[in-house]
């Protein structure tokens, strides 16, 4: 079955400052990628996320990039803010409905 | 719009019993998933549900089990509780077609078994 890989585990940065987080799947036939973000007591939060048939996706702060040559995609967080501090998760799927698997987590925390 | 509700927010409950949780999923949406999160494990696929059908299971045992009603509420019951089925239980509604471009998790049940 899919397995996903997230790294790193726990991000520190200072407020301003880009934050990159690295996923890398393993079933060729995933074809949807989304990114979650979770705040303590919350559930996951999706904020973006994007397809096989496109490499790159943005949406002001946040964007994601995917190869599927090398079977990874990241998330990029620009000018980060201290509420950017949360759980994020990197998730795949080989379909459109229902089973995501997901990666363990970065627990990114923005310094101000 | 409301968003995905599930009842209880906490439970606690002893090794042997068995436990129901609710979920009550945005209004128009047709699908229901359920995850367990633990620190272990992370987020694990359960079940999910299209139309009271299930259309995809995870890899848990079966006391794991669910069910989704006509007006797209779904429960999850696990039978035999072990302590090892202490987690955030996480329901997520997508719909109408149940893309999951369009799913949204609720709060989560906490369950502690003891």
Redesign the interface.
Known sequence: ?ENVEQHPSTLSVQEGDSAVIKCTYSDSASN?F?W?KQEL??????II?IRSNVGEKKDQRIAVTLNKTAKHFSLHITETQPEDSAVY?C?A?TD??????????TQVVVTP | KAG?TQTPRYLIKTRGQQVTLSCSPISGHR?V?WYQQTPGQ????LF?Y?SETQ??K??FPGRFSGRQFSNSRSEMNVSTLELGDSALY?C?S?GPS????T??????TRLLVL
């Open positions: 079955g949807y989304p979650y007591g919350k559930g996951p939060q999706l996320d998760f998730a799927s459109s409905w229902g089973k995501l698997q997901f990666g363990a987590g | 995905v699908s998933s992370g987020l694990q696929f999910e299209f259309r995809n995870g890899n996480l997520a997508s149940g893309r999951l471009e799913q949204y998790f609720g709060p989560g």
